[in-house]
Antibody, heavy 123, light 111 residues
Framework: QVQLQESGPGLVKPSQTLSLICTVS??????????WGWIRQHPGKGLEWIGY???????YYNPSLKSRITMSVDTSKKQLSLKLNSVTAADTAVYYC???????????????WGQGTTVTVSS | QSVLTQPPSASGTPGQRVTISCSGA????????VNWYQQVPGTAPKLLIY???QRPSGVPDRFSGSKSGTSASLAIGGLQSEDEADYYC????????????FGGGTKLTVL
């Protein structure tokens, strides 16, 4: 069973760049039909999709975050990365690494989740 | 404000059947499949239903999903105490401001 593990700093200063890594274990990050990405959850709130990268390297970003996001996949290291720049307190959230399996394009059905990592934006 | 609309809360007694609704638009639920998640506070969400009505391996058949037009529903039969959690619907949105969109979540209380 594929497992996802997020890592990165738990505290980021305002205006800086939030950088997270997701390591894939017991599976491949380059196999077809997979979309790898990030979803976040603000404290006490619902889920917000950040974006995906397809197995072929095509990015899909949340339009409201698109100008601040960079996502990439390193298949040799089996790692997915997220960079979110110019952060503010509004970016404080639990960030989940996620995998969707779909042969018909992304559909919003994440079948594998990381445990989540809490990121706080504060000076 | 979430793109998909869910009731903020629902409740039922053990053994009852509970339904949670999810309302969207033509660009999301009307054009694409619906997924449902269960989230116990403090843990990651778990995929409960995908492609409108399909259950991943391991999900009890007490959970079922349906879709009609721009709305979808999650039904939980034979309610159990461990079903107390937050439930979210999700779908792909084809609009220019689209991507994966979620409902605001429904907190299910087992009385």
């Amino acid at each position: 069973q594929v497992q996802l593990q997020e890592s990165g700093p738990g505290l980021v200063k305002p205006s800086q760049t939030l950088s997270l890594i997701c390591t894939v274990s017991r599976g491949s990050s380059s196999s077809g039909g997979y979309y790898w990405g990030w979803i976040r959850q603000h404290p006490g709130k619902g889920l917000e999709w950040i974006g995906y990268i397809s197995y072929s390297g095509i990015p899909y970003y949340n339009p409201s975050l698109k100008s601040r996001i960079t996502m990439s996949v390193d298949t040799s290291k089996k790692q997915l990365s997220l960079k979110l720049n110019s952060v503010t307190a509004a970016d404080t959230a639990v960030y989940y690494c996620a995998r969707e399996t779909s042969v018909a394009g992304p559909q919003g059905g994440v079948d594998v989740w990381g445990q989540g990592t809490t990121v706080t934006v504060s000076s | 404000q979430s793109v998909l609309t869910q009731p903020p809360s629902a409740s039922g007694t053990p053994g009852q059947r509970v339904t949670i609704s999810c309302s969207g638009a033509g660009s999301n639920i009307g054009s694409n499949t619906v997924n449902w998640y269960q989230q116990v506070p403090g843990t990651a969400p778990k995929l409960l239903i995908y492609s409108n009505n399909q259950r991943p391996s391991g999900v009890p058949d007490r959970f079922s999903g349906s879709k009609s037009g721009t709305s979808a529903s999650l039904a939980i039969g034979g309610l159990q105490s461990e079903d107390e959690a937050d439930y979210y619907c999700a779908a792909w949105d084809d609009s220019l401001n689209g991507g994966v969109v979620f409902g605001g979540g429904t907190k299910l209380t087992v009385l």
